[in-house]
């Protein structure tokens, strides 16, 4: 249901048992603020940590770590949601399979910066995904790591025009040739600023 212009300030933690339960969420919701000083856990299937739906010029700040450990169930998702501003300082932890740490779906002009690491245990599990997004700003100061096959620690697909900044190391362990550290698809004119080492442990991956 639609929410506009509220803002909400939450200390304490946020725990979730059961499929599909969302630890926050802005489902066609605009300009609202949200600062939430606590940690996210979910245990079920496709339960998000965070997820912003169809939702714009959200600015969302959260102080704790965000970690999930059901399949699919991505850390923090951003879906044909545009020009939010979302602030995390705290470690985004997923171990179920195609649980991506953070996920930015058909959403532009978003601003999203994440101060701690991403950390994915799963197959076909993502550190970093950004897929159909373009004109994005993502700053991380932290490692990407990956230790599941097929599980790229950043992935662009058809997305352009997209600044990402990753003060820290990319590592990924997989060793069935599909784990890249960084991996681009038919995506352009994006600018990457890395600092730090970017290396596959489990061999050459092509």
């Known amino acids: 249901s639609r929410s506009d212009s509220n803002t909400t300030n939450l200390t304490g933690n946020i725990t979730t048992t059961g499929g599909a339960a969302y630890g926050l969420v802005l489902n066609n919701s605009d300009n609202n603020t949200t600062n939430l000083t606590g940690n996210i856990t979910t245990t079920g299937v496709s339960a998000y940590g965070v997820w912003l739906y169809d939702s714009e010029s959200n600015t969302t700040n959260l102080t704790g770590n965000i970690s999930t450990a059901g399949t699919g169930a991505r850390g923090l998702d951003l879906s044909s949601s545009d020009s939010n501003t979302t602030n995390l300082t ?14 930015i779906w058909s959403s532009d002009s978003n601003t999203t910066s994440l101060t701690g690491n991403i950390t994915t245990t799963g197959n076909v599990a993502n550190g970093l995904l950004l897929y159909d997004s373009d004109s994005n700003t993502t700053s991380l100061t932290g490692n990407i790591t990956t230790t599941g096959d097929t599980a790229i620690g950043l992935d662009l697909d058809t997305s352009d025009s997209n600044t990402i900044t990753i003060t820290g190391d990319i590592i990924t362990s997989g060793t069935d040739g599909d784990s890249e550290p960084i991996l681009l698809n038919y995506s352009d004119s994006n600018t990457f600023i890395l600092s730090g080492k970017v290396q596959s442990l489990g061999g050459d991956q092509a």
């Not at 705290?90 to 996920?103: E, Q």
């Open 90 to 103: 705290g470690n985004i932890t997923t171990t179920g399979d195609s649980a991506v740490g953070m996920y």
